[in-house]
Protein backbone atom coordinates (compact mmCIF):
# COMPACT_ATOMS: atom_id res chain seq x y z
CA UNK A 1 0.00 0.00 0.00
CA UNK A 2 2.84 2.23 0.05
CA UNK A 3 3.63 3.91 3.09
CA UNK A 4 6.81 4.97 3.49
CA UNK A 5 8.88 5.61 6.67
CA UNK A 6 10.58 9.07 6.89
CA UNK A 7 13.56 9.11 9.61
CA UNK A 8 16.07 6.51 9.41
CA UNK A 9 18.43 7.46 6.88
CA UNK A 10 21.57 5.29 5.41
CA UNK A 11 23.98 7.02 3.41
CA UNK A 12 27.13 6.87 1.38
CA UNK A 13 26.29 3.33 -0.59
CA UNK A 14 29.39 1.73 -1.97
CA UNK A 15 28.63 -0.94 -4.51
CA UNK A 16 30.88 -3.71 -4.60
CA UNK A 17 31.07 -6.53 -7.11
CA UNK A 18 31.36 -10.05 -4.85
CA UNK A 19 31.47 -12.75 -7.70
CA UNK A 20 28.45 -14.45 -9.18
CA UNK A 21 26.87 -11.28 -10.55
CA UNK A 22 25.96 -9.92 -6.64
CA UNK A 23 26.28 -6.59 -5.47
CA UNK A 24 26.93 -6.09 -2.04
CA UNK A 25 26.01 -2.57 -0.87
CA UNK A 26 27.57 -1.24 2.09
CA UNK A 27 25.82 1.62 3.63
CA UNK A 28 27.37 3.76 6.46
CA UNK A 29 24.32 4.97 9.25
CA UNK A 30 23.28 7.98 9.80
CA UNK A 31 19.75 9.65 11.36
CA UNK A 32 18.47 12.49 9.97
CA UNK A 33 14.96 14.41 10.24
CA UNK A 34 13.16 13.70 7.31
CA UNK A 35 14.52 10.83 5.16
CA UNK A 36 13.36 13.17 1.87
CA UNK A 37 15.91 15.59 2.97
CA UNK A 38 18.67 13.13 2.30
CA UNK A 39 17.81 10.40 0.11
CA UNK A 40 18.70 12.00 -3.20
CA UNK A 41 22.19 12.11 -1.92
CA UNK A 42 21.81 8.25 -0.86
CA UNK A 43 20.67 7.40 -3.97
CA UNK A 44 22.95 9.08 -5.68
CA UNK A 45 25.38 7.14 -4.84
CA UNK A 46 23.55 3.60 -5.09
CA UNK A 47 24.49 2.17 -8.42
CA UNK A 48 22.76 -0.66 -10.46
CA UNK A 49 21.39 -3.50 -9.05
CA UNK A 50 21.84 -6.99 -9.99
CA UNK A 51 19.41 -9.73 -10.48
CA UNK A 52 19.95 -13.63 -10.51
CA UNK A 53 17.04 -16.65 -11.87
CA UNK A 54 16.96 -20.00 -9.83
CA UNK A 55 15.22 -23.00 -11.49
CA UNK A 56 12.33 -22.20 -12.69
CA UNK A 57 11.30 -20.04 -10.09
CA UNK A 58 13.40 -16.16 -10.81
CA UNK A 59 14.70 -14.81 -8.30
CA UNK A 60 14.33 -10.89 -8.58
CA UNK A 61 16.90 -8.80 -5.63
CA UNK A 62 15.80 -6.12 -3.59
CA UNK A 63 18.58 -3.74 -2.99
CA UNK A 64 18.98 -3.19 0.61
CA UNK A 65 17.74 0.44 1.37
CA UNK A 66 16.05 0.06 5.66
CA UNK A 67 12.60 0.75 4.96
CA UNK A 68 12.57 0.86 0.65
CA UNK A 69 12.43 -3.08 -1.32
CA UNK A 70 13.48 -1.87 -4.55
CA UNK A 71 13.99 -3.65 -7.42
CA UNK A 72 15.49 -2.53 -10.66
CA UNK A 73 13.94 -3.12 -14.31
CA UNK A 74 14.50 -2.35 -17.48
CA UNK A 75 11.54 -1.54 -19.83
CA UNK A 76 11.11 -0.51 -23.28
CA UNK A 77 13.53 -0.28 -26.32
CA UNK A 78 16.38 0.71 -26.09
CA UNK A 79 15.76 -0.09 -22.32
CA UNK A 80 15.64 2.44 -19.48
CA UNK A 81 16.43 1.42 -16.45
CA UNK A 82 13.85 2.22 -13.98
CA UNK A 83 14.09 1.24 -9.46
CA UNK A 84 10.55 0.52 -8.25
CA UNK A 85 9.17 -0.27 -4.87
CA UNK A 86 8.07 -3.85 -4.47
CA UNK A 87 4.51 -3.73 -3.19
CA UNK A 88 2.34 -6.28 -2.15
CA UNK A 89 -0.32 -4.15 -1.05
CA UNK A 90 -0.94 -2.50 -4.51
CA UNK A 91 -1.63 -4.30 -8.16
CA UNK A 92 -0.17 -2.14 -10.59
CA UNK A 93 3.03 -1.16 -12.36
CA UNK A 94 3.49 2.80 -12.85
CA UNK A 95 6.99 4.02 -13.58
CA UNK A 96 7.90 7.77 -13.62
CA UNK A 97 7.89 8.98 -17.20
CA UNK A 98 10.84 11.49 -18.02
CA UNK A 99 8.33 14.43 -19.18
CA UNK A 100 7.22 13.85 -15.33
CA UNK A 101 6.79 17.75 -14.44
CA UNK A 102 7.62 17.67 -11.11
CA UNK A 103 11.12 16.93 -12.22
CA UNK A 104 13.65 19.39 -11.96
CA UNK A 105 14.26 18.62 -15.71
CA UNK A 106 11.47 19.84 -16.78
CA UNK A 107 11.19 22.86 -14.04
CA UNK A 108 9.91 20.93 -10.85
CA UNK A 109 11.86 20.34 -7.83
CA UNK A 110 12.17 16.91 -7.56
CA UNK A 111 15.62 15.43 -8.58
CA UNK A 112 14.04 12.27 -10.87
CA UNK A 113 17.32 10.50 -11.76
CA UNK A 114 17.93 9.31 -8.61
CA UNK A 115 15.14 6.10 -9.20
CA UNK A 116 15.76 6.68 -13.38
CA UNK A 117 12.91 7.70 -16.14
CA UNK A 118 11.26 6.43 -18.69
CA UNK A 119 10.79 7.39 -21.84
CA UNK A 120 7.44 6.34 -24.01
CA UNK A 121 8.61 8.62 -26.54
CA UNK A 122 11.92 7.31 -27.30
CA UNK A 123 10.91 3.54 -27.07
CA UNK A 124 10.07 1.91 -30.09
CA UNK A 125 7.90 -1.08 -28.51
CA UNK A 126 5.71 1.11 -26.66
CA UNK A 127 1.81 1.01 -27.26
CA UNK A 128 -0.40 3.57 -25.73
CA UNK A 129 -3.54 2.50 -24.49
CA UNK A 130 -4.77 5.95 -24.40
CA UNK A 131 -6.66 5.54 -21.27
CA UNK A 132 -5.90 7.58 -17.78
CA UNK A 133 -3.96 5.95 -15.01
CA UNK A 134 -4.64 7.68 -11.77
CA UNK A 135 -3.39 6.15 -8.29
CA UNK A 136 -2.89 7.89 -4.88
CA UNK A 137 -1.48 6.10 -1.85
CA UNK A 138 -1.51 6.10 1.68
CA UNK A 139 1.46 7.96 2.25
CA UNK A 140 -1.08 10.50 0.14
CA UNK A 141 1.48 10.53 -2.97
CA UNK A 142 -0.01 10.37 -6.51
CA UNK A 143 0.55 9.39 -9.99
CA UNK A 144 -1.26 10.20 -12.43
CA UNK A 145 -0.66 9.31 -16.24
CA UNK A 146 -1.35 7.05 -19.27
CA UNK A 147 -1.91 3.19 -19.64
CA UNK A 148 0.07 1.55 -21.83
CA UNK A 149 2.21 -1.48 -22.64
CA UNK A 150 6.10 -2.50 -23.91
CA UNK A 151 8.61 -4.82 -23.15
CA UNK A 152 10.02 -5.21 -19.12
CA UNK A 153 12.85 -6.86 -17.90
CA UNK A 154 12.64 -8.01 -14.22
CA UNK A 155 16.16 -10.10 -14.57
CA UNK A 156 17.90 -11.55 -17.52
CA UNK A 157 15.74 -14.27 -18.34
CA UNK A 158 12.42 -13.14 -17.15
CA UNK A 159 11.53 -10.33 -20.05
CA UNK A 160 7.68 -9.92 -20.43
CA UNK A 161 6.49 -8.62 -23.58
CA UNK A 162 3.70 -6.53 -23.46
CA UNK A 163 3.57 -6.02 -20.15
CA UNK A 164 0.96 -3.72 -19.28
CA UNK A 165 1.75 -0.91 -16.90
CA UNK A 166 1.38 2.70 -16.54
CA UNK A 167 3.25 5.89 -17.09
CA UNK A 168 3.14 8.97 -14.60
CA UNK A 169 3.94 12.15 -16.15
CA UNK A 170 2.56 13.70 -13.07
CA UNK A 171 3.74 12.34 -9.85
CA UNK A 172 5.01 13.85 -6.69
CA UNK A 173 6.97 10.37 -5.77
CA UNK A 174 10.38 9.81 -6.65
CA UNK A 175 9.79 5.83 -6.90
CA UNK A 176 7.57 4.09 -9.10
CA UNK A 177 5.63 1.07 -8.18
CA UNK A 178 5.62 -3.02 -8.53
CA UNK A 179 2.51 -3.72 -7.58
CA UNK A 180 2.16 -7.46 -7.56
CA UNK A 181 -1.10 -8.29 -5.27
CA UNK A 182 -4.72 -9.30 -7.03
CA UNK A 183 -6.10 -8.29 -10.05
CA UNK A 184 -8.86 -6.95 -8.16
CA UNK A 185 -6.97 -4.30 -6.56
CA UNK A 186 -5.85 -2.18 -9.64
CA UNK A 187 -6.51 1.22 -10.34
CA UNK A 188 -7.52 0.86 -13.86
CA UNK A 189 -11.36 0.72 -14.73
CA UNK A 190 -11.33 -2.39 -15.99
CA UNK A 191 -9.63 -5.22 -14.69
CA UNK A 192 -6.11 -6.22 -16.85
CA UNK A 193 -3.49 -8.87 -16.40
CA UNK A 194 -0.64 -7.23 -14.32
CA UNK A 195 2.92 -8.38 -14.47
CA UNK A 196 2.24 -11.62 -12.04
CA UNK A 197 -0.57 -12.86 -14.53
CA UNK A 198 0.92 -12.14 -17.02
CA UNK A 199 4.21 -13.70 -15.93
CA UNK A 200 2.34 -17.30 -15.89
CA UNK A 201 0.47 -15.88 -19.49
CA UNK A 202 4.28 -15.76 -21.01
CA UNK A 203 5.59 -19.84 -19.28
CA UNK A 204 7.87 -17.88 -16.68
CA UNK A 205 6.22 -19.54 -13.75
CA UNK A 206 3.31 -22.27 -13.00
CA UNK A 207 1.14 -20.59 -10.86
CA UNK A 208 0.62 -16.54 -9.85
CA UNK A 209 2.50 -17.08 -6.48
CA UNK A 210 5.48 -15.98 -5.03
CA UNK A 211 7.45 -15.64 -1.76
CA UNK A 212 8.79 -12.63 -0.39
CA UNK A 213 12.45 -13.07 1.39
CA UNK A 214 12.75 -9.12 3.31
CA UNK A 215 16.04 -8.79 5.16
CA UNK A 216 16.90 -6.89 8.13
CA UNK A 217 18.41 -3.55 7.57
CA UNK A 218 21.90 -5.39 8.49
CA UNK A 219 21.61 -7.47 5.41
CA UNK A 220 21.85 -6.37 1.94
CA UNK A 221 19.74 -8.65 0.50
CA UNK A 222 16.28 -9.63 0.35
CA UNK A 223 13.89 -11.09 -2.77
CA UNK A 224 10.82 -11.89 -4.52
CA UNK A 225 11.05 -15.54 -5.51
CA UNK A 226 8.28 -15.28 -8.23
CA UNK A 227 6.86 -18.80 -8.70
CA UNK A 228 8.67 -20.60 -5.63
CA UNK A 229 9.77 -21.49 -2.62
CA UNK A 230 12.63 -21.58 -0.78
CA UNK A 231 12.89 -24.08 2.03
CA UNK A 232 15.67 -22.50 3.37
CA UNK A 233 14.28 -19.39 4.10
CA UNK A 234 12.13 -20.44 7.12
CA UNK A 235 12.17 -22.22 10.30
CA UNK A 236 9.80 -24.26 11.83
CA UNK A 237 6.84 -24.97 9.91
CA UNK A 238 5.03 -23.19 6.32
CA UNK A 239 1.16 -22.95 7.39
CA UNK A 240 -0.99 -21.96 4.86
CA UNK A 241 -3.71 -19.95 5.28
CA UNK A 242 -6.92 -18.56 3.20
CA UNK A 243 -6.99 -15.21 2.27
CA UNK A 244 -9.50 -13.40 3.44
CA UNK A 245 -12.25 -12.08 1.06
CA UNK A 246 -14.02 -8.46 1.37
CA UNK A 247 -16.97 -8.70 0.03
CA UNK A 248 -16.85 -12.15 -1.47
CA UNK A 249 -13.55 -11.55 -3.64
CA UNK A 250 -9.90 -11.92 -3.31
CA UNK A 251 -8.55 -7.95 -2.94
CA UNK A 252 -5.99 -8.16 -0.17
CA UNK A 253 -3.73 -10.48 0.54
CA UNK A 254 -5.00 -10.59 4.24
CA UNK A 255 -5.40 -13.31 6.63
CA UNK A 256 -7.15 -13.32 10.26
CA UNK A 257 -4.62 -12.63 13.15
CA UNK A 258 -5.62 -13.49 16.50
CA UNK A 259 -3.73 -12.03 18.78
CA UNK A 260 -0.24 -10.59 20.17
CA UNK A 261 1.64 -12.21 22.88
CA UNK A 262 3.67 -9.04 24.14
CA UNK A 263 7.04 -11.02 26.22
CA UNK A 264 9.28 -8.26 27.86
CA UNK A 265 12.22 -9.70 30.05
CA UNK A 266 14.08 -7.27 32.14
CA UNK A 267 16.25 -7.12 35.23
CA UNK A 268 14.46 -7.12 38.25
CA UNK A 269 15.73 -3.50 38.85
CA UNK A 270 14.14 -2.42 36.05
CA UNK A 271 11.30 -4.30 35.66
CA UNK A 272 9.12 -1.51 37.51
CA UNK A 273 10.04 1.04 34.85
CA UNK A 274 9.69 -0.94 31.76
CA UNK A 275 6.70 -2.81 32.74
CA UNK A 276 3.40 -1.53 33.49
CA UNK A 277 1.63 -2.67 36.97
CA UNK A 278 -1.89 -1.95 35.32
CA UNK A 279 -2.93 -3.04 32.18
CA UNK A 280 -5.85 -1.96 30.02
CA UNK A 281 -8.29 -4.13 30.52
CA UNK A 282 -8.19 -6.02 27.73
CA UNK A 283 -5.09 -7.48 28.57
CA UNK A 284 -3.77 -10.12 30.34
CA UNK A 285 -0.85 -10.30 32.02
CA UNK A 286 1.45 -12.72 33.96
CA UNK A 287 4.35 -12.87 35.80
CA UNK A 288 7.15 -15.55 35.53
CA UNK A 289 10.57 -16.14 37.67
CA UNK A 290 13.32 -16.44 34.72
CA UNK A 291 16.80 -17.07 36.30
CA UNK A 292 19.55 -16.80 34.69
CA UNK A 293 23.24 -17.43 35.52
CA UNK A 294 24.16 -13.83 36.17
CA UNK A 295 21.52 -12.10 36.92
CA UNK A 296 17.71 -12.98 37.78
CA UNK A 297 15.51 -12.12 34.75
CA UNK A 298 11.80 -11.17 34.60
CA UNK A 299 10.40 -12.16 31.89
CA UNK A 300 6.72 -10.24 31.58
CA UNK A 301 3.59 -11.28 29.55
CA UNK A 302 0.74 -9.83 28.29
CA UNK A 303 -1.82 -10.78 25.33
CA UNK A 304 -3.73 -8.31 23.03
CA UNK A 305 -6.49 -9.82 21.89
CA UNK A 306 -6.90 -8.48 17.89
CA UNK A 307 -10.31 -10.37 17.89
CA UNK A 308 -9.73 -12.19 14.79
CA UNK A 309 -8.83 -9.10 12.48
CA UNK A 310 -8.09 -9.00 9.02
CA UNK A 311 -4.07 -8.47 8.94
CA UNK A 312 -2.76 -7.20 5.18
CA UNK A 313 0.91 -8.42 4.03
CA UNK A 314 1.87 -5.00 2.26
CA UNK A 315 5.57 -5.44 1.51
CA UNK A 316 5.37 -1.76 0.80
CA UNK A 317 3.99 -0.33 3.65
CA UNK A 318 6.94 0.50 6.16
CA UNK A 319 5.53 0.20 9.23
CA UNK A 320 2.85 -1.68 11.04
CA UNK A 321 -0.63 -0.51 11.65
CA UNK A 322 -3.68 -1.46 14.21
CA UNK A 323 -6.48 0.19 15.55
CA UNK A 324 -6.26 2.88 17.66
CA UNK A 325 -7.50 0.01 20.62
CA UNK A 326 -4.78 -2.45 19.76
CA UNK A 327 -2.84 0.05 19.86
CA UNK A 328 -3.43 1.49 23.04
CA UNK A 329 -3.15 -2.08 24.35
CA UNK A 330 0.21 -2.49 23.06
CA UNK A 331 1.10 0.57 24.55
CA UNK A 332 -0.03 -0.52 28.05
CA UNK A 333 1.78 -3.55 27.57
CA UNK A 334 5.28 -2.20 26.81
CA UNK A 335 5.39 1.55 28.37
CA UNK A 336 2.00 3.01 29.61
CA UNK A 337 3.36 6.61 29.87
CA UNK A 338 4.10 6.50 26.32
CA UNK A 339 3.06 9.67 24.63
CA UNK A 340 1.98 10.65 20.87
CA UNK A 341 5.19 12.45 19.34
CA UNK A 342 3.97 14.81 16.39
CA UNK A 343 7.57 15.89 15.86
CA UNK A 344 8.45 11.98 15.06
CA UNK A 345 4.58 10.73 14.11
CA UNK A 346 4.46 8.73 16.50
CA UNK A 347 4.57 7.16 19.91
CA UNK A 348 7.72 7.77 21.32
CA UNK A 349 8.82 5.04 23.76
CA UNK A 350 12.05 4.22 26.05
CA UNK A 351 14.87 2.66 23.50
CA UNK A 352 15.29 0.09 26.19
CA UNK A 353 12.77 -2.00 25.24
CA UNK A 354 15.19 -2.89 22.08
CA UNK A 355 16.73 -5.33 24.34
CA UNK A 356 17.22 -9.08 23.91
CA UNK A 357 14.48 -11.06 25.00
CA UNK A 358 11.85 -8.48 24.32
CA UNK A 359 9.58 -9.95 21.59
CA UNK A 360 5.64 -9.47 20.06
CA UNK A 361 4.59 -12.79 19.05
CA UNK A 362 1.70 -12.68 16.43
CA UNK A 363 -0.61 -16.06 16.81
CA UNK A 364 -2.37 -16.28 13.45
CA UNK A 365 -5.49 -18.54 14.37
CA UNK A 366 -3.65 -20.69 16.88
CA UNK A 367 -1.92 -22.50 13.77
CA UNK A 368 1.31 -20.16 13.15
CA UNK A 369 2.79 -18.18 15.55
CA UNK A 370 5.36 -15.43 13.95
CA UNK A 371 8.10 -14.01 16.38
CA UNK A 372 8.88 -10.14 16.25
CA UNK A 373 11.89 -8.81 18.23
CA UNK A 374 10.91 -5.36 19.75
CA UNK A 375 14.47 -4.59 18.53
CA UNK A 376 12.40 -4.34 15.13
CA UNK A 377 9.54 -2.69 16.21
CA UNK A 378 11.10 0.30 18.24
CA UNK A 379 12.91 2.56 15.91
CA UNK A 380 15.89 4.94 16.41
CA UNK A 381 14.18 8.03 14.94
CA UNK A 382 16.60 10.81 16.35
CA UNK A 383 18.58 12.10 19.17
CA UNK A 384 17.81 15.18 21.60
CA UNK A 385 20.12 17.82 20.64
CA UNK A 386 20.18 19.11 24.16
CA UNK A 387 20.92 15.86 26.09
CA UNK A 388 22.44 13.45 23.15
CA UNK A 389 19.72 11.52 24.15
CA UNK A 390 18.78 8.77 21.38
CA UNK A 391 14.56 9.17 20.81
CA UNK A 392 12.61 5.78 19.82
CA UNK A 393 9.59 5.26 18.37
CA UNK A 394 6.92 2.43 18.35
CA UNK A 395 7.12 1.26 14.75
CA UNK A 396 3.62 0.34 15.05
CA UNK A 397 0.61 3.53 14.17
CA UNK A 398 -2.83 3.89 14.46
CA UNK A 399 -4.91 3.04 11.43
CA UNK A 400 -7.99 1.80 10.10
CA UNK A 401 -7.19 -1.37 8.25
CA UNK A 402 -4.63 -3.31 9.97
CA UNK A 403 -1.28 -3.38 8.18
CA UNK A 404 1.79 -6.05 8.95
CA UNK A 405 4.99 -3.89 6.86
CA UNK A 406 8.28 -4.85 6.72
CA UNK A 407 9.24 -4.62 10.30
CA UNK A 408 6.50 -7.48 10.72
CA UNK A 409 7.17 -8.93 7.17
CA UNK A 410 10.83 -9.05 7.63
CA UNK A 411 10.29 -11.78 10.47
CA UNK A 412 7.97 -13.37 8.30
CA UNK A 413 8.86 -15.73 5.48
CA UNK A 414 5.61 -15.32 3.23
CA UNK A 415 4.56 -17.36 0.41
CA UNK A 416 1.75 -15.55 -1.85
CA UNK A 417 -0.79 -18.13 -3.89
CA UNK A 418 -3.01 -15.85 -5.72
CA UNK A 419 -4.54 -19.01 -7.23
CA UNK A 420 -5.45 -20.97 -4.10
CA UNK A 421 -6.10 -18.16 -2.46
CA UNK A 422 -3.59 -18.74 0.77
CA UNK A 423 -0.83 -16.72 2.29
CA UNK A 424 1.67 -19.40 4.07
CA UNK A 425 3.98 -18.10 6.47
CA UNK A 426 6.97 -19.38 8.56
CA UNK A 427 9.20 -17.80 11.10
CA UNK A 428 12.14 -16.32 8.39
CA UNK A 429 15.55 -17.54 8.81
CA UNK A 430 17.96 -15.07 7.47
CA UNK A 431 20.00 -17.57 4.86
CA UNK A 432 22.01 -15.78 2.24
CA UNK A 433 23.88 -18.76 1.29
CA UNK A 434 21.64 -21.59 0.88
CA UNK A 435 18.83 -22.25 -1.29
CA UNK A 436 16.34 -25.05 -1.73
CA UNK A 437 13.81 -24.18 -4.38
CA UNK A 438 10.64 -25.70 -4.85
CA UNK A 439 8.61 -24.68 -7.66
CA UNK A 440 4.71 -24.01 -7.12
CA UNK A 441 2.62 -26.04 -9.16
C1 LIG B 1 12.80 -26.62 -14.61
O1 LIG B 1 12.03 -27.05 -15.71
C2 LIG B 1 12.67 -28.05 -16.46
C3 LIG B 1 11.81 -28.32 -17.69
O2 LIG B 1 10.47 -28.16 -17.39
C4 LIG B 1 12.83 -29.28 -15.58
O3 LIG B 1 13.50 -30.30 -16.32
C5 LIG B 1 13.67 -28.92 -14.37
O4 LIG B 1 13.74 -30.03 -13.51
C6 LIG B 1 13.04 -27.75 -13.62
N1 LIG B 1 13.92 -27.29 -12.56
C7 LIG B 1 13.52 -27.20 -11.31
C8 LIG B 1 14.52 -26.69 -10.37
O5 LIG B 1 12.41 -27.53 -10.95
C1 LIG C 1 15.21 10.36 -26.52
O1 LIG C 1 16.11 10.07 -27.56
C2 LIG C 1 16.82 11.22 -28.03
C3 LIG C 1 17.61 10.82 -29.23
O2 LIG C 1 18.36 9.66 -28.99
C4 LIG C 1 17.71 11.72 -26.91
O3 LIG C 1 18.40 12.87 -27.31
C5 LIG C 1 16.83 12.07 -25.72
O4 LIG C 1 17.64 12.44 -24.62
C6 LIG C 1 15.98 10.91 -25.34
N1 LIG C 1 15.03 11.36 -24.34
C7 LIG C 1 14.89 10.75 -23.21
C8 LIG C 1 13.92 11.39 -22.28
O5 LIG C 1 15.48 9.72 -22.91
C1 LIG D 1 -4.21 -1.99 -22.54
O1 LIG D 1 -4.47 -2.59 -23.78
C2 LIG D 1 -4.17 -3.97 -23.82
C3 LIG D 1 -4.33 -4.43 -25.26
O2 LIG D 1 -5.61 -4.14 -25.71
C4 LIG D 1 -5.10 -4.71 -22.89
O3 LIG D 1 -4.82 -6.08 -22.89
C5 LIG D 1 -4.90 -4.16 -21.47
O4 LIG D 1 -5.83 -4.76 -20.61
C6 LIG D 1 -5.06 -2.66 -21.47
N1 LIG D 1 -4.65 -2.14 -20.19
C7 LIG D 1 -5.48 -1.57 -19.33
C8 LIG D 1 -4.90 -1.07 -18.08
O5 LIG D 1 -6.66 -1.46 -19.53
C1 LIG E 1 22.72 -2.76 4.24
O1 LIG E 1 23.57 -3.80 4.58
C2 LIG E 1 24.73 -3.43 5.28
C3 LIG E 1 25.55 -4.66 5.52
O2 LIG E 1 25.84 -5.23 4.33
C4 LIG E 1 24.34 -2.78 6.58
O3 LIG E 1 25.50 -2.33 7.24
C5 LIG E 1 23.43 -1.63 6.32
O4 LIG E 1 22.97 -1.15 7.52
C6 LIG E 1 22.26 -2.05 5.46
N1 LIG E 1 21.53 -0.89 5.10
C7 LIG E 1 20.24 -0.89 5.00
C8 LIG E 1 19.66 0.37 4.56
O5 LIG E 1 19.55 -1.86 5.21
C1 LIG F 1 20.96 -6.65 33.80
O1 LIG F 1 21.77 -5.81 34.54
C2 LIG F 1 23.15 -6.04 34.37
C3 LIG F 1 23.90 -5.15 35.34
O2 LIG F 1 23.39 -3.85 35.30
C4 LIG F 1 23.52 -5.80 32.93
O3 LIG F 1 24.90 -6.06 32.71
C5 LIG F 1 22.72 -6.70 32.04
O4 LIG F 1 22.98 -6.42 30.69
C6 LIG F 1 21.25 -6.52 32.31
N1 LIG F 1 20.49 -7.48 31.57
C7 LIG F 1 19.47 -7.14 30.85
C8 LIG F 1 18.79 -8.26 30.15
O5 LIG F 1 19.09 -6.01 30.73
C1 LIG G 1 15.60 17.03 25.40
O1 LIG G 1 15.93 16.82 26.74
C2 LIG G 1 15.56 17.89 27.57
C3 LIG G 1 16.10 17.61 28.96
O2 LIG G 1 15.68 16.33 29.40
C4 LIG G 1 14.04 18.02 27.57
O3 LIG G 1 13.65 19.10 28.37
C5 LIG G 1 13.59 18.26 26.14
O4 LIG G 1 12.19 18.27 26.08
C6 LIG G 1 14.11 17.18 25.25
N1 LIG G 1 13.79 17.51 23.87
C7 LIG G 1 13.17 16.66 23.07
C8 LIG G 1 12.93 17.13 21.69
O5 LIG G 1 12.80 15.56 23.44
Redesign the pocket.
Known amino acids: MFVRLFWVVFLFTVPVLCGDGYYKLDFAIRKGSKLTDVVKNFMEELDSSFTKRDGNGTLLDLENESAFYIASLSIGTPASEVKVLVDTGSADLWVMSSKNSYCSSNGGSMDCSTYGTYSEDNSTTFESNNSDFSISYLDQTFAKGTWGQDTVELTDDLVIEGANFAVADSTDSNVGVLGIAYTQLESADTVYDNLPVQMKQQGFIKKVAYSMYLTSAERNTGSVLFGAIDHAKYTGDLVSFDVVPKNGQNVYLQITLSNIQVTLVSNSTESSSVVPTTLASSVTSSTSPHPTIAAVLKKREATIDTQDVDALFDSGTTLTYFSQDVLDSILAAIDPSAEY ?1 S ?1 IGGYQVPCSLRQEGNKFTYNFDGKREIDVPLSDMVMEVGQ ?4 G ?1 I ?1 CMLGIVSGDTTILGDNFMRHCYSVFDLEDNTVSIAQMNYDDINEDIEIIQ
Not at 384 to 387: E, P, V
Request: charged share 0%; hydrophobic share 10%; proline share 0%.
Open positions: NNNGTTQI
